[in-house]
């Protein structure tokens, strides 16, 4: 069996019976160490003795296994496989070195220390106690785990491991045990390096071959044999995580001061406040804090997720290892998003002692794959020169059928992991629901372009990456009598109050009901509110009334539809999970950059309507309406629901049942919108700067008629307002031209501001997103009767060689570009999956 200081090639059993006269850990190009994994044993001489001399033979040969067994010792843990251990830590002048001590202590295979170097830091009469107790003391501090002496031997005596950047070397050196790794160290070394990184010793260092205990490293059993997870020092996780105990997130209590006591926790439970880092997007904000939660694409930084269990089963019972390494690479992207995020560049920020180093700089090159496949770094618009992905995750080619968000998004993944991807558009623009205009002076967005809720948001990730600054939308909403009176604040308040009372008794009403006692919103709220006013003995007054209307109008806007259509049971059904929290946000220059920002490179073919999808054999054949055909191995659909709902592309086979049923179990929202340019801006000396104002509608039947305008220049150079028709606003305006429609709003804005006059427009246009034939909606919804489980059922692959993203197969953020966009990163995963 070969010692921690053997190396294959000499005679084995000549090295064990030389007592080495050094235990110092070797530098560069030193005697190769293995702790031999082979079962080898001790074999006596079988020659016979001369007569007469064999009981005298035997005796001797007693002696010298007596003093063989006295002058070497093995490892005593149970699977280890060093028989001859050799002590690194060398801290006491009685050290056993290589040779006898009474008891090993293991930290790994092939990193051991002896008896002695431990009674020299453990035994407070020693010389090593007072540096031992002094890190005991800032351990405890900071950390929570036991401050052994095994954890003191491995946080501050093991000596580093680093890697030869040199591509065609690539060898592993344990450094000796003055040298301090850092960073720049890591990032910059090369064999032979002396530590002012300047002088390179001897001709050519990475001829030295590396030591025979790195290849072990990588063998399954090394890690089950590690007595200590590693904790990281100097982690760049560490300025978002000081809050958290340093060693239950990955990092060493030594190097990473916990700035919160267990005291200052435990008195506020409700306590989560996001460190400060400089130069930090505010809206980046991955980890949660202690006592946080509820918030989107957010990670526990002490916790690993159902996703990576089922991906890392191995940390399933120590995940010290993967937190350490995922808390790192997701710091590190968040820091710098503008470029892709390496092996390589996290490699240099692990910084912990021992052969663990080697163990985790192989791990990291899995946890940064996942991670990248996931869409947790390295997304949204980067551009990338090579694939980020091994071979294994790339499908040959994909077809992504529709290039609005979600293909985008979905293409955008999978052509950065290498994947041959072609996308065809029916249209003759890309986008989809996002389409902006500029003809009014400013970018007015025909569909979406604001963004709810921006921490972790993957469109504050993208403006992020473009240098593009959101407008903050303050919260302020003046409400507007028509008569040009201003609505109290105390009345719109109370309203409010009233208006989420009634939404609160619709959440009591569902719990005991199933899917076939669903009812439709309105009536639900009708009914409420009626029984409320018998009850209580109150009466609204006419003007509280049409508070509540406005309020009604706004819960309309929201589902995309009249409340009479929408279920009861589920029409908030993604409130049961985490949302975008944060700053609502107005995108000044519009979604349309970002989206364009997404395509640059992609195979984009518009003008072709897809007209069937075959997925019968092994390859997919789609075909669009001019007779075009292209094969895959996988298809992405990402049309709009109605197009689904009205069978618009043929699929052979056809459609699973489960399918077909969740898709007609959505509902098709439909809002409009009406953008005016005006010669000035009249609005503001009543206003006063507010971002919008409210117009509480005249009668019921006025519902969601012009019911909120958004300024949309709030630096107050042009006059542009923008307004929503919603609910029986969007068929009562249906057949009307574009010009009566304005004239509509303009009698409302009259109205609103009859103290001044109000000019005729300059410029305008009005959406007909309902006429659209390529969309033909604005938003889905679920319907009465329906369920919020039809948007995942919507998400399921077919086959495995037919998926589907949109805005309605997000389950958790339907309805909103963000929700289009993550479909498509999510689905471009599955796809590198498969």
Wanted: glycine share 8%.
């Amino acid at each position: 069996m070969l010692s921690d200081a053997d190396y294959s090639g000499n005679g084995s059993g000549a090295r064990r019976a030389r007592k080495r006269s050094s235990g110092e850990s070797p530098g560069d190009g030193q005697t190769l160490r293995s702790s031999g994994r082979q079962n080898t044993t001790r074999v006596k001489r079988s020659n016979n003795p001369p007569p007469g001399q064999s009981k005298r033979k035997a005796t001797e040969t007693e002696e010298e296994d007596e003093q063989a067994e006295k002058k070497y010792r093995k490892c005593e843990k149970a699977g280890c496989s060093a028989i001859y251990p050799v002590c690194f830590a060398s801290a006491s002048d009685r050290c056993a070195k290589n040779g006898y001590t009474s008891r090993w202590y293991h930290l790994s295979c092939g990193e051991h220390f002896c008896n002695e170097c431990f009674d020299h830091s453990y035994r407070s009469h020693k010389d090593g106690y007072e540096t031992f107790a002094s890190w005991r003391k800032v351990w405890t501090s900071n950390g929570k785990s036991e401050p052994s002496l095994k954890a003191f031997m491995a946080d501050q005596q093991l000596p580093f491991w680093v890697q030869c950047t040199k591509p065609d070397c690539r060898k592993w050196r344990q450094l000796t045990k003055e040298i301090q790794l850092t960073a720049s160290l890591a990032a910059a070394y090369r064999c032979g390096m002396k530590v002012n990184n300047v002088k390179i010793e001897g001709p050519d260092q990475c001829s030295q071959p590396e030591d025979l205990r790195v290849a072990e490293v990588s063998e399954s059993w090394w890690h089950s044999m590690l007595i200590l997870p590693p904790l990281l020092k100097e982690s760049p996780a560490g300025a978002f995580l000081s809050a958290y105990y340093p060693d239950c997130v990955g990092m060493s209590p030594s190097g990473s001061p916990c700035n919160v006591s267990a005291a200052e926790l435990r008195a506020e439970p409700c306590r989560a406040v996001q460190p400060q880092i400089p130069g930090l997007c505010p809206y980046f904000q991955p980890f949660y804090q202690p006592n946080e939660c509820g918030k989107a694409l957010c990670v526990r930084p002490d916790m690993m997720e159902l996703d990576e269990l089922y991906e890392f089963p191995e940390f399933s019972r120590d995940p010290t290892m993967y937190l350490a390494l995922r808390n790192l690479i997701l710091a590190s992207w968040h820091k710098n998003c503008k470029e892709v995020l390496t092996a390589e560049k996290c490699a240099q920020h692990i910084i912990v002692r021992g052969l663990v180093r080697v163990c985790c700089v192989q791990e990291l090159d899995r946890v940064l794959h996942f991670m990248t496949r996931k869409g947790l770094i390295n997304t949204g618009v980067l551009a990338v020169k090579q694939p980020l992905l091994p071979e294994r995750y790339r499908s040959k080619k994909v077809i992504v059928i529709g290039a609005g968000a979600a293909g985008l998004a979905a293409a955008r993944q999978l052509q950065n992991f290498g994947t041959q991807v072609v996308l065809l558009e029916a249209r003759d623009r890309i986008g989809g629901r996002v389409w902006d205009d500029g003809s009014l002076g400013v970018t007015v967005g025909r569909g979406a372009q604001i963004v709810n809720g921006c921490v972790n948001n993957p469109i504050a990730l993208m403006c992020e990456q473009m240098g593009i600054r959101m407008h903050k939308l303050g919260e302020r909403c003046d409400l507007f009598q028509e008569g040009g009176r201003a609505t109290d604040p105390a009345i719109d308040k109370r309203m409010d109050f009233h208006f989420n009372a009634i939404l609160d008794v619709v959440s009591d009403w569902r719990n005991d009901k199933s899917q076939s006692q669903d009812a439709p919103l309105g009536e639900k709220v009708q009914e409420i509110k009626k029984n409320f006013l018998q009850e209580s003995g109150m009466q609204f007054s006419d003007l509280e009334e049409k508070v509540l209307q406005f309020h009604l109008s706004n819960l309309e806007f929201a589902c995309g539809s009249t409340l009479d259509q929408v279920s009861a049971r589920f029409w908030d059904h993604n409130e049961f999970f985490a949302q975008f929290s944060g700053d609502h946000t107005l995108l000044t220059k519009g979604y349309s950059v970002l989206l364009h920002k997404l395509a640059e490179g992609l195979d984009i073919r518009t003008n072709c309507p897809v007209q069937a999808i075959d997925y019968s054999a092994d390859a997919v054949k789609v075909t669009s309406s001019n007779g075009s055909q292209w094969t895959a191995q996988k298809v992405l659909v990402t049309v709009p629901l109605t197009l689904l709902q009205k069978n618009a592309i043929r699929f052979n086979p056809p459609l699973p049942e489960r399918k077909l049923k969740a898709i007609h179990s959505l509902g098709a929202g439909i809002i409009e919108k009406i953008a005016l340019q005006f010669p000035n801006r009249f609005w503001d000396s009543k206003i006063q700067g507010a971002d919008y104002f409210g117009h509480i509608p005249p009668c019921p039947e006025k519902r969601g008629m012009f019911s909120v305008f958004y300024d949309l220049d709030p630096q107050g150079k042009q006059a542009v307002l923008m307004s929503i028709m919603s609910g029986d606003a969007v068929s009562a305006v249906g057949d009307l031209e574009d010009s009566e429609v304005v004239d509509e709003c303009l009698k409302v804005l009259r109205e609103l501001f009859t103290e001044q006059e109000v000019p005729d427009p300059l410029n305008y246009f009005v959406t007909r997103w309902s006429k659209d034939v390529w969309s033909q909606m604005s938003y889905s919804f679920v319907k009465t009767g329906g369920s919020g489980e039809a948007y995942d059922i919507l998400a399921e692959d077919v086959q495995g060689k037919v998926f589907f993203a949109g805005e309605a197969t997000n389950r958790h953020f339907p309805q909103t570009v963000t929700g289009a966009y993550l479909s498509g990163v999510r689905e471009a995963s599955k796809m590198a999956a498969v």
